[in-house]
């Protein structure tokens, strides 16, 4: 099974600034996912990072307020930018191990915004 | 449109008491529906999955098509059965309910 390392675990962001989550997976993995998951809600997936091409966003999600990168097939960075409160929520890395349909997360990053 | 929906957000039971963690899903296609479960200061992790019909940690989850449910059931509950549980499906995505936080009481 898939380890997940993800980090900050939590911190603490002012308004209109920008967070970089960082997600590190031990084996290689062709696709990685970026979930929200905010207070009292479910997961909602924000976009799925493929290696080598460009992230996809699902619909009310938008590059330009979180950028992806997937430089290699272990690893893979979100961007919250120019934060407001309503992103206060946490954050969840997850990869899918061969066609399984087992999802592997990483332990989360919860991002306050004030 | 795909949809995961449960019902409680909070369940408790006693010890030794049966529990039903309730889940209905709408879903055009053949599903493939999962339950996660997260315990306390642990990540998200599968609990089981309805195509393998296997019983993990005395839990078991039958797929209902006629009634689109896949309710998750264990006839004695045990305290280190306290945690979040998620009902997932899978379609051209995962979908998540919204977690039922289930607490065994003593």
């Known amino acids: 099974s898939a380890v997940i390392s993800q980090k900050p675990s939590r911190d603490i962001c002012q308004r209109g600034t920008s967070l970089t989550i960082q997600c590190q997976v031990d084996s290689q993995v062709t696709m990685m996912f970026w979930y929200r998951q905010q207070p009292g809600q479910s997961l909602t997936l924000i976009a799925t990072a493929n290696q080598g091409s460009e992230a996809t966003y699902e619909s009310g999600f938008v590059i330009d307020k979180f950028p992806i990168s997937r430089p290699n097939l272990t690893f893979s960075t979100l961007t919250v930018s120019n934060m407001s409160p309503e992103d206060s929520s946490i954050y969840l890395c997850?990869?899918?191990?061969?066609?399984?349909?087992?999802?592997?997360f990483g332990e989360g990053s919860r991002l306050t915004v004030l | 449109a795909q949809r995961v929906t449960q019902p409680e957000k909070l369940l408790s039971v006693f010890k030794g008491a049966p529990v039903e963690l309730k889940c209905n899903y709408s879903?055009?296609?053949?599903?493939?529906l999962f339950w996660y479960v997260q315990y306390s200061r642990q990540r998200l992790q599968l609990l089981l999955r309805h195509i393998s019909r296997e019983s993990i940690k005395g839990f078991t989850a039958d797929l209902n098509k006629g009634e689109t449910s896949f309710h998750l059931k264990k006839p004695f509950a045990q305290e280190e059965d306290s945690a979040m549980y998620y009902c997932a499906l899978h379609g051209n995505q995962f979908y998540f309910g919204t977690g039922t936080s289930l607490t065994v009481i003593p």
């Open positions: 879903y055009s296609g053949s599903p493939e």
């Open positions: 997850s990869v899918e191990e061969g066609y399984t349909g087992e999802l592997f």
